[in-house]
């Protein structure tokens, strides 16, 4: 992630990115992966490590956080999970199960090349399932994003997951 | 009572599972009575899967883990060696490592401050001398249970029943098979730092027995990430040449096409890299397991360990009662191998192989859609059907243990069942029938 400034953005491409950010949830909430997709930069890296829990004193590097990523995706994987997705074979997703994101505790600023802009943000993934389950999974997000003809694109996402055990049977969402 | 000192079996487990009639009773997968016997007659009685070498290469390097619902720290000790004992004070029963994994000098318990070393000795309480009066406590005989400990090609196993055979024999000639995935090449394996945890709604048994002999489900559930991953349908099944086996209730079901995992990984560097180590493969291990290893398969040792050897995903079924599991993963690689190597199968194994995968994320749901409508009084008392390939036992030149013909069949899943009820029918080790002729007994597989 790159050196984080506190430079603000002008209002207006404050405003801009903070739309971009709820409208990327609402596409994700409506299945409008397609859509979700040309909001991501062709270089986008996507990726949710999942950290154990260590003593704070601990400072060993020998089982340091490492490659333990739920997502760990380019462009191209993302897509190949978009095309799952959409295939129309996908059991459990049918009946479809309702997914509400909750975007909040929204930061933007300055990134140090222009046109790109820093974003801190806290996502909460309401999961609706079968036999009305209900899931509520929180996370962090990191994010980088790039002014791209005009509009803002997602260049870099990690996602710190606030649980050390994924608390459900699959992710089969999007943070 | 002491683990090993088993009560008389309240009842005979063959009346919930007939192996040549093909069906199990579905209250194995429920009833807390049933479950309760399982920690007892399989969880402290197997040895089970703790750790890989090289996850704890260090003095005082340590993971925590569960055999069964008892909770174990697994550390490696100033003298190298590992040692594997309840993560339970012995003075209030508090939990002593919090952690999931890292370094310690010692572990100290949060109650009262009483201190263990790595090898899990007593060896320290505060305030000892004003606390407690000579004779009071024997800090020797008073650490937390210690279970034995052996290893296998540096994978690390426990088992807390001291009548338990010993490693190789518990194993038998599942070695053989082992190999293909543990020593196909000189470096052997490592485990990739990071361990993925997640809970599923389900019996433990439904994860296990969906890797050691269900290839029949992945042409209908995994359809949507097949297509994805492979930019089309599973190929046609064809059963030539394929076939299950099964060892003291271990299973490894495969073809011998020699690539079929492999590709899923979705990457030509490691295709190439394996099509230039097969000869070698061959050369070390023989030609049928050079093909053996990287076709599509899948396999599980008894009780709750499992893999995909081609796609490189070894995970642990730890289980949280009748009704949860808790699914521990994590990506194996050749050690010998280019770094980019590791990182191309890293990448492909947690794209399919994860709770986010392509192909993992459409299986949690099955096993909890299983396991839930037990809850139905009727529905528990109905029979599952597991009669595929009853009649398709073969005698086989080369592959060892109990061999079917067919990928798709239910015979691992059977003798997995059989060896189920063997342990928990039996009141000790001793009781436990010898289901085949071992042909390594006492030899190396290798």
């Known amino acids: ?175 | 009572m002491r683990p090993h000192e088993q009560a008389q079996p309240p009842q005979d487990y063959f009346r919930y599972v007939n192996v040549d009639a093909g069906w199990v009773d579905r209250r194995i997968f429920w009833d807390e009575a049933i479950y309760e016997r399982e920690l007892e007659a399989i969880f402290a009685r197997c040895w089970q899967f703790v750790a890989h070498d090289s996850q704890i290469p260090n003095a005082g390097d340590f993971v925590t883990t569960y055999l069964g619902e008892d909770g174990v720290i697994v550390s490696r000790h100033t003298d190298g060696k590992v040692y594997v004992y309840l993560n339970a004070c012995p003075h209030r029963g508090n939990k002593i490592c919090f952690a999931d994994e890292g370094n310690a000098r010692r572990f100290t318990c949060n109650y009262h401050g009483w201190a263990f070393s790595t090898a899990g000795e007593l060896t320290g309480l505060p305030s000892e001398r004003e606390a407690y009066d000579a004779g009071d406590i024997d800090k020797a005989a008073w650490g937390p249970r210690r279970a034995r400990v052996e290893t296998y090609k540096g994978m690390i196993f426990a088992t807390f029943d001291p009548d338990a055979p010993g490693l190789e024999e518990y194993l038998g000639d599942y070695r053989w098979y082992l190999d293909a995935f543990l020593d196909n090449d000189e470096g052997g394996i490592e485990f990739l730092p990071g361990t993925i945890k997640s809970y599923a709604n389900a019996n433990w048994k439904f994860g296990v027995e969906n890797f050691i002999g269900d290839a029949y489900h992945a042409w209908w559930t995994h359809d949507s990430g097949g297509r994805a991953m492979m930019g089309g349908p599973f190929p046609a099944y064809d059963p030539k040449d394929t076939y299950h086996a099964s060892v003291n209730g271990h299973g490894w079901e495969f073809a011998l096409e020699g690539f079929g995992d492999i590709a899923i990984l979705g990457s030509q560097e490691v295709i190439d890299y394996y099509a230039a180590l097969k000869p070698k493969i061959a050369a070390r291990l023989g030609e049928l397991r050079a093909r053996l290893f990287g076709s599509l398969a899948s396999a599980a040792m008894f009780p709750n360990m499992t893999f995909l050897p081609g796609i490189h995903t070894f995970r642990m079924w730890l289980p949280r009662g009748p009704r949860k599991l808790e699914l521990r993963v994590w990506t194996v690689v050749p050690k010998n191998a280019p770094q980019s190597v590791k990182q191309a199968i890293n990448i492909g194994c947690n794209m399919t192989f994860n709770p986010a995968g392509t192909l993992e994320m459409d299986d949690g749901e099955n096993w909890e859609g299983n396991t839930r409508t037990n809850r139905g009084w009727v529905s528990r008392h109905e029979k599952l059907h597991y009669g595929c390939g009853k009649s398709r036992q073969i005698e086989h030149p080369e592959l060892p243990g109990i061999v079917h013909e067919g990928q798709f069949n239910d015979a691992n899943q059977r003798l997995f069942y059989q060896r189920w009820a063997d342990l928990m029918n039996a009141k000790s080790w001793s009781d436990v029938p010898q289901r085949y002729a071992p042909r390594y007994a006492g030899r190396p597989t290798r």
Do not use: C
Request: proline share 3%; charged share 30%; aromatic share 8%.
């Open chain 1, 1 to 175: 992630m790159p050196a984080e400034t506190h430079a603000l953005l002008s209002i207006d491409q404050h405003l801009a990115l903070t739309q971009t950010l709820y409208r990327e949830a609402r596409l994700l909430d409506e299945e409008r992966y397609a859509d979700w997709l040309e909001l991501l930069a062709d270089d986008v890296h996507y990726r949710m490590p999942l950290t154990a829990r260590r003593f704070r004193a601990d400072r060993s590097a020998a089982l340091a956080e490492g490659p333990g990523y739920v997502f760990d995706d380019d462009k191209g994987r993302l897509g190949l999970r978009v095309q799952r997705l959409e295939s129309g074979l996908v059991w459990a997703e049918d009946p479809r199960n309702r997914v509400r994101r909750i975007v909040s505790n929204v930061e933007i600023y300055r990134a140090e090349t222009d046109g790109e802009a820093t974003v801190h943000s806290v996502i909460e993934v309401h999961r609706s399932r079968i036999d009305a389950q209900q899931r509520r999974l929180t996370a962090g997000r990191t994010d980088l994003w790039r002014l791209e003809g005009g509009s803002w694109r997602l260049v870099q996402r990690l996602i710190q997951f606030d649980h050390p055990v994924v608390i459900d049977s699959n992710l089969n969402v999007f943070f």
